[in-house]
């Protein structure tokens, strides 16, 4: 084990030498980034298309959770952010997108209270699924894909405490402080306290409001283009590594380090424990340049090096099965410079996901990309490690799986010979 470290140190020094190496992972997307947030107006204090973002509402519920969406986006904590008109036909309201008068719709149908909360008798029941539609224009990809976060997230505190209101009176059953007869009574009850209580006070729409300090966090457009940049450059770094093994394997590098009292396997090991390495220190470069040049607040510092260290993962496991294919470092790079721009581009670095037609947005699933970024947007959203399960599992199990390949396909071709 300490050999494979200090070989993915010894790799993330040189790396870090590597001055062409270097303007790649890190000042090209500070570039980048800078560049799009002078574009959207973040530096300069102008409103051009992520403040004010003009947004449409119907709400045809016009109950508890209906009005609670409605006055979270017409409420204080979004005015900079949001410029909100109410609307009664979602026919209209649509029409609207299409004349690009606005960036999104949110059509709240009738009913969704209803249908999440339920009613005297109907406790047993399972409710009809409604959803709130949120129609997109696709000329407007960034405020569109701020509003639709939005919403998402308002949907996962309904569904987190939809789940914890009934855990914890299967808990009561359980324990014998209360009969399954009296499980719907208790579910009842638990409904009538949520519709009495206050819009403003329910849990569902306290979006922004969980800090230790208890002030509110506003969203910034910087907390979705820099993710972005990062991850996809990201992809560039970790190809990167791979092309290193390749090249060292054709100078004979490799080989003569068998000579010394170091077996295959650490190797290996150490060569993508130092990618992996690089990676790591990649992003957390990033987030640091950005947390003190333009006062970036990425949102939770657990869930940041949490789904950090997964992101590289999931991101690495993609630069290892690509090295594994490949047959000379030439091919590495050619490739691994396609799939860091097909993957920017499928992973929403550029456009929206939002915006993309369904058969591209479940392709995206394969990329470290979406995932990683879904999670910085619920960051900055004010979500925390809990809220992160999805991407996080599913960046660890594409980077297990891959990995899992790389290394069948490396034994196949046997990388490291005398």
Do not use: C
């Not at 990062?230 to 560039?236: E, G, K, T, V």
Request: glycine share 10%; aromatic share 6%.
């Amino acid at each position: 084990m300490l050999k494979l470290i200090i070989i993915g140190i010894k790799d993330l020094k040189l790396i870090f030498r590597d001055r062409a190496a270097l303007i790649m992972m890190l000042l090209a997307p500070f570039l980048l980034t800078l560049g799009m947030g002078l574009v959207t107006g973040r530096f300069s204090g102008t409103s051009t298309g992520i403040s004010d973002i003009p947004v449409i509402i119907v709400n045809l519920d016009q109950e508890q959770l209906g009005n609670a969406l409605e006055e979270l986006f017409t409420g204080e904590e979004l005015a900079d952010l949001v410029e909100p008109t109410l609307g009664e036909s979602p026919e209209a309201a649509r029409k609207a997108i299409d004349d690009d008068t606005a960036a999104a719709a949110i059509i709240i149908p009738a009913g969704f209270t209803r249908s999440v909360i339920p009613q005297q008798g109907t406790f047993d029941e399972e409710p009809e699924a409604l959803q709130i539609e949120v129609y997109a224009n696709p000329a407007r990809p960034t405020g569109a894909g701020i509003v639709k976060s939005i919403v998402d997230e308002f949907i996962s505190r309904i569904e987190e405490g939809r789940i914890s209101g009934q855990t914890s009176i299967f808990q009561m059953i359980i324990s014998g402080r209360i009969t399954p007869q009296q499980g719907e009574q208790a579910g009842m009850e638990m409904s009538e306290q949520l519709e009495d209580s206050p819009a403003n006070e329910t849990l569902a729409i306290k979006l922004n409001t969980d800090t230790n300090e208890a002030e509110a966090v506003q969203f910034d457009v910087l907390a979705y283009l820099a993710p972005g940049m990062a991850l996809m450059f990201l992809m560039f770094t970790v190809s990167y590594g791979g092309r290193s093994i390749l090249a060292e394997k054709a100078q004979g590098t490799l080989p003569r380090l068998l000579v010394s009292p170091t077996v295959s396997a650490q190797i290996l090991g150490g060569k993508v424990f130092g990618i992996y390495l690089t990676g790591v220190a990649q992003m957390f470069i990033l987030i640091g340049g950005t947390t003190l040049l333009f006062q970036l607040k990425w949102g939770d510092p657990l869930g940041v090096l949490v789904l950090v260290l997964a992101a590289v993962f999931g991101a690495s496991g993609w630069g290892m099965f690509i090295t594994a294919l490949a047959r000379t470092p030439a091919q590495v790079g050619s490739v691994g410079s396609a799939i860091m721009l097909i993957f920017g581009i499928l992973g929403g670095s550029f456009i929206s996901l939002e915006m993309m037609p369904p058969t591209v947005q479940m392709v995206s699933k394969i990329t470290p990309n979406a995932w990683a970024l879904d999670g910085f947007t619920t960051l900055a959203l004010g979500g925390t490690l809990p809220h992160l399960s999805t991407p996080i599992s599913a960046l660890l199990t594409m980077g297990m799986v891959l990995f899992g390949t790389a290394v069948v396909l490396f034994g196949k071709k046997n990388l490291v010979t005398k």
